[in-house]
C-alpha cells in the first residue's frame, strides 16, 4: 500500500467515501467495513494507534454535531442565552 501513488490514494479515499455516504443498507455498512478494516490489515496498520486516531476524529465530530443547530439558521427550537437552536440544524 506505501507504493501506491499518493494522490491515486486520496483519489480512492474520496471515492469509497463517496460510496458508503450513499449507501442505506446495513448489509452494504458492513461490507464496506469490512472492506476498510481489510484495507487497514493490508497496509499493516497498528490497530491501538487507528483506533486512537479514530476515537479523537469521533470526539471532535461530536463537537461538531452538538453545535451544529446553533450554527444554521432556521426556526429555533431552543434558546440558550443569545443562542438558538434551528430545527434545521
Known sequence: MGRIDPRVRVA????????????????ALLAALG???????????????TLRR???LDGFMLFVL?????SVPGEPIVTLGNFSASREG
Open 66 to 70: 452538538v453545535f451544529l443547530p446553533f
Open 12 to 27: 480512492a479515499g474520496v471515492f469509497f467515501a463517496l460510496v458508503v455516504v450513499s449507501l442505506d443498507r446495513p448489509t
Open 35 to 49: 472492506l476498510a478494516a481489510g484495507l487497514a490489515a493490508t497496509a499493516r496498520l497498528d490497530p491501538k494507534a
Open 54 to 56: 479514530l476515537v479523537a
